[in-house]
């Protein structure tokens, strides 16, 4: 059969504009500005917070003692050699002039290689207690939508029940009686943190169930367990990516809040949170505020970030929703 | 409605009993506390002896089995002989009855109420007057810029959100105490960081000298710590106000009163703004015990004697029966709160029914 030109034009422009729905997804996801600049912001800085200690002068608990609390930009020339950590081996070698660029801290301590490895721990906490909290909610929401019933008046009950313990302060009880390790800390936060994303997953089961592609693959003979997590969860997975992300500045500021008041991340190891605890004090506020500022920033940055990132996944993965 | 306000009073009931369980529950299994430093003296002159250990732990009930010390914990232990116990009666008048407990350690053997109390108006002048000053912020910058969407200032408005909502705010206080001493360090004006009231008095730049002690030097240390915590709903409370006005604005009967020629402000302030502000109410109520968490972190920023500091400063050095009471009355007040908002939801919006 021969096709005319005008009708190949016509096919050509119908190819056009199928997309692929993540395609279409990502495009749209690429002209939320704010979001893009963000993403992009958020990627350079795991990159540098995991790769940047690798390339620093110092390691993560060098100390300087004669040049304690230098403000930033401070030029020096090693009297001693910096040993990598645990051996002998030479890092940076004596009489190498480095620069301390954002500064040191009260043992002389390289305030940016520092902030590198508690990013590093705060990056990690918010990701994980997010990933994990998510996922959590998402099995139990699916479940308890699926089956309706005893099994949701129970997670729904546990989910209320939650929800009136006072978070912030109930965290500082557990952390003071369990000492907990950054992982402990994690499966604490979790524990509290994945009923936002139940309640969200079961409110859509409970519209999606009743569709005819549910009653459809029950005809078809397929399991409970391969409705739910093949046909039901994928559908309603946007709501939830949202959710997450803003999820994630929520947690990385509940962490800092924990540690900077002691309770979350133990010395010796570094979050940004606890860094900014050393540093509230008043004589450490008036004399060398640069200590307080940077791990400060870090923490808004990233929390910035993950909010715009939100946003815009919410206008891309849902365009009519309102906000 | 009232079945209904009867069985949620029932179901409160319930979650305070299970809430109070788990707390008394969690300070319980708890490590250290009094009877833990009194085993751990090794010196022989100050060891105490099995009696001294026996007495201490009647007074903290544990000689009793385990399945009544919370029964005891709530109530008392003056009642336990009608029930054929005669060999535990004790002093006790248990949490119901006002008898927190004395605390153990930030001032010893001061019942645990009496604390409280003395910390308690700090905390208020604290929540109050930020939660005042969140709402007199937040309310008109929510309506101004919904009456202007898309504009320049929507969107500095937004902008300005995003930032209130992503800032972590014990930095944004350590941020303000540094630029007020960097101020002080100058000679220019600047606030207090730091305490309640001052010991002396002082004298501030073009304000003039403050007595220790007065309404003046109040304020003046509130004004940092104040903003701090109204930063905390400010942000989220306009946003909301903004997406209820927008929400009322689109509504039949605001195009009806424009359609009258019902002038634009009338418009907005009568029939829109009335409206728009229903479900902020709820919100409002909601979020008043997150204050009390939110002044955890101001107090201690700036080191204001609050219950907040209190409460950490209990946990610090293990002085469970104080930071369990502050526990209790947050988690009480949040229960409460939760109620309340139930209930004016029907106040404000005849539309929903509570069964």
Same mark, same amino acid.
């Given at each position: 059969?021969?096709?005319?030109?005008?009708?190949?034009?016509?096919?050509?422009?119908?190819?056009?504009?199928?997309?692929?729905?993540?395609?279409?997804?990502?495009?749209?996801? +690429?002209?939320?500005?704010?979001?893009?600049?963000?993403?992009?912001?958020?990627?350079?800085?795991?990159?540098?917070?995991?790769?940047?200690?690798?390339?620093?002068?110092?390691?993560?608990?060098?100390?300087?003692?004669?040049?304690?609390?230098?403000?930033?930009?401070?030029?020096?020339?090693?009297?001693?050699?910096?040993?990598?950590?645990?051996?002998?081996?030479?890092?940076?070698?004596?009489?190498?002039?480095?620069?301390?660029?954002?500064?040191?801290?009260?043992?002389?301590?390289?305030?940016?290689?520092?902030?590198?490895?508690? /990013? @590093?721990?705060?990056?990690?906490?918010? &990701?994980?207690?997010?990933?994990?909290?998510?996922?959590? /909610?998402?099995?139990?929401?699916?479940?308890?939508?699926?089956?309706?019933?005893?099994?949701?008046?129970?997670?729904?009950?546990?989910?209320?029940?939650?929800?009136?313990? $006072?978070?912030?302060?109930?965290?500082?009880?557990?952390?003071?009686?369990?000492?907990?390790?950054?992982?402990?800390?994690?499966?604490?936060?979790?524990? =509290?943190?994945?009923?936002?994303?139940?309640?969200?997953?079961?409110?859509?089961?409970?519209?999606?169930?009743?569709?005819?592609?549910?009653?459809?693959?029950?005809?078809?003979?397929?399991?409970?367990?391969?409705?739910?997590?093949? *046909?039901?969860?994928?559908?309603?997975?946007? $709501?939830?990516?949202?959710?997450?992300?803003?999820?994630?500045?929520?947690?990385?500021?509940?962490?800092?809040?924990?540690?900077?008041?002691?309770?979350?991340?133990?010395?010796?190891?570094?979050?940004?949170?606890? +860094?900014?605890?050393? %540093?509230?004090?008043?004589?450490?506020?008036?004399?060398?505020?640069?200590? %307080?500022?940077?791990?400060?920033?870090?923490?808004?940055?990233?929390?910035?970030?993950?909010? &715009?990132?939100?946003?815009?996944?919410?206008? !891309?993965?849902?365009?009519?929703?309102? *906000? | +409605?009232?079945?209904?306000?009867?069985?949620?009073?029932?179901?409160?009931?319930?979650?305070?009993?299970?809430?109070?369980?788990?707390?008394?529950?969690?300070?319980?299994?708890?490590?250290?506390?009094?009877?833990?430093?009194?085993?751990?003296?090794?010196?022989?002159?100050?060891?105490?002896?099995?009696?001294?250990?026996?007495?201490?732990?009647?007074?903290?009930?544990?000689?009793?089995?385990?399945?009544?010390?919370?029964?005891?914990?709530?109530?008392?232990?003056?009642?336990?002989?009608?029930?054929?116990?005669?060999?535990?009666?004790?002093?006790?008048?248990?949490?119901?009855?006002?008898?927190?407990?004395?605390?153990?350690?930030?001032?010893?053997?001061?019942?645990?109420?009496?604390?409280?109390?003395?910390?308690?108006?700090?905390?208020?002048?604290?929540?109050?007057?930020?939660?005042?000053?969140?709402?007199?912020?937040?309310?008109?910058?929510?309506?101004?810029?919904?009456?202007?969407?898309?504009?320049?200032?929507?969107?500095?408005?937004?902008?300005?959100?995003?930032?209130?909502?992503?800032?972590?705010?014990?930095?944004?206080?350590?941020?303000?105490?540094?630029?007020?001493?960097?101020?002080?360090?100058?000679?220019?004006?600047? &606030?207090?960081?730091?305490?309640?009231?001052?010991? @002396?008095?002082?004298?501030?730049?073009?304000?003039?000298?403050?007595?220790?002690?007065?309404?003046?030097?109040?304020?003046?240390?509130?004004?940092?710590?104040?903003?701090?915590?109204?930063?905390?709903?400010?942000?989220?409370?306009?946003?909301?106000?903004?997406?209820?006005?927008?929400?009322?604005?689109?509504?039949?009967?605001?195009?009806? %009163?424009?359609?009258?020629?019902?002038?634009?402000?009338?418009?907005?302030?009568? *029939? !829109?703004?009335?409206?728009?502000?229903?479900?902020?109410?709820?919100?409002?109520?909601?979020?008043? $015990?997150?204050?009390?968490?939110?002044?955890?972190?101001?107090?201690?920023?700036?080191?204001?004697?609050?219950?907040?500091?209190? =409460?950490?400063?209990?946990?610090?050095?293990?002085?469970?029966?104080?930071?369990?009471?502050?526990?209790?009355?947050?988690?009480?007040?949040?229960?409460?709160?939760?109620?309340?908002?139930?209930?004016?939801?029907?106040?404000?919006? $005849?539309?929903?029914?509570?069964?």
């Amino acid at each position: 059969m021969a096709v005319n030109a005008q009708e190949a034009e016509a096919l050509e422009v119908k190819e056009e504009q199928y997309e692929r729905p993540f395609v279409e997804i990502v495009k749209r996801f +690429m002209r939320h500005r704010l979001a893009m600049g963000s993403f992009v912001l958020v990627t350079l800085l795991i990159l540098m917070v995991f790769l940047g200690p690798f390339f620093s002068s110092f390691t993560e608990r060098a100390q300087v003692l004669n040049h304690k609390n230098s403000p930033p930009f401070t030029n020096y020339v090693l009297e001693d050699p910096i040993t990598e950590e645990g051996s002998n081996d030479v890092r940076t070698a004596q009489g190498t002039e480095v620069t301390w660029i954002l500064g040191t801290d009260e043992l002389g301590r390289d305030l940016l290689t520092r902030l590198m490895y508690a /990013g @590093r721990v705060s990056l990690y906490i918010a &990701f994980a207690v997010t990933i994990l909290g998510e996922l959590l /909610g998402v099995i139990i929401g699916v479940i308890s939508g699926y089956f309706g019933g005893f099994v949701d008046a129970l997670a729904m009950r546990t989910v209320d029940f939650l929800n009136t313990l $006072p978070l912030l302060p109930i965290l500082l009880v557990l952390t003071t009686i369990t000492k907990p390790s950054v992982n402990k800390l994690i499966l604490i936060l979790v524990f =509290f943190g994945w009923t936002g994303g139940a309640r969200l997953m079961r409110g859509q089961i409970l519209s999606l169930r009743e569709q005819e592609f549910v009653s459809a693959s029950k005809a078809l003979g397929a399991s409970n367990t391969r409705i739910m997590f093949r *046909h039901l969860v994928p559908n309603a997975l946007a $709501p939830t990516i949202v959710n997450a992300s803003l999820g994630l500045s929520n947690v990385m500021i509940l962490e800092a809040a924990l540690s900077f008041l002691g309770f979350g991340v133990q010395l010796p190891n570094a979050s940004w949170g606890n +860094m900014l605890r050393d %540093a509230g004090t008043l004589t450490v506020l008036d004399k060398y505020p640069w200590r %307080a500022f940077f791990p400060g920033l870090a923490i808004f940055i990233c929390s910035l970030c993950f909010n &715009f990132i939100g946003d815009g996944l919410r206008d !891309a993965l849902d365009p009519r929703a309102k *906000h | +409605m009232t079945v209904y306000l009867i069985r949620r009073f029932f179901q409160i009931i319930i979650v305070l009993l299970l809430s109070s369980a788990l707390i008394y529950t969690l300070f319980s299994v708890a490590p250290g506390g009094p009877l833990d430093e009194l085993l751990q003296v090794s010196d022989p002159k100050t060891r105490p002896s099995q009696a001294d250990i026996d007495r201490q732990k009647k007074l903290l009930g544990l000689d009793k089995p385990w399945y009544l010390w919370y029964p005891v914990w709530l109530t008392g232990d003056t009642w336990l002989d009608k029930i054929g116990l005669d060999q535990y009666v004790g002093e006790r008048r248990g949490v119901l009855r006002g008898d927190w407990g004395q605390s153990w350690k930030v001032q010893r053997n001061k019942p645990v109420l009496d604390l409280i109390k003395d910390r308690l108006p700090a905390t208020l002048w604290l929540t109050i007057s930020s939660t005042l000053l969140s709402l007199i912020i937040g309310i008109p910058l929510g309506i101004f810029s919904a009456v202007r969407q898309y504009s320049f200032f929507d969107y500095f408005f937004t902008a300005f959100s995003f930032i209130g909502i992503s800032i972590p705010a014990f930095w944004f206080g350590l941020l303000i105490i540094s630029v007020s001493l960097m101020a002080r360090n100058r000679g220019w004006f600047y &606030f207090p960081p730091g305490d309640i009231l001052a010991i @002396r008095d002082y004298e501030i730049p073009l304000l003039g000298p403050v007595t220790a002690g007065s309404l003046l030097d109040r304020i003046m240390h509130l004004v940092m710590p104040v903003t701090v915590l109204a930063l905390l709903n400010l942000a989220g409370w306009s946003r909301f106000m903004r997406a209820s006005m927008l929400e009322v604005l689109n509504q039949d009967y605001v195009r009806t %009163a424009r359609a009258k020629g019902v002038r634009e402000r009338l418009v907005v302030y009568k *029939h !829109a703004f009335r409206n728009a502000l229903i479900p902020l109410i709820t919100i409002v109520v909601f979020a008043i $015990p997150g204050v009390f968490s939110g002044a955890i972190l101001t107090e201690t920023v700036f080191n204001y004697k609050g219950l907040g500091f209190l =409460f950490i400063s209990a946990l610090g050095q293990s002085d469970y029966p104080l930071a369990m009471a502050f526990l209790l009355i947050t988690s009480v007040l949040l229960v409460l709160a939760t109620l309340l908002a139930d209930i004016l939801y029907t106040f404000v919006d $005849p539309r929903i029914r509570l069964t």
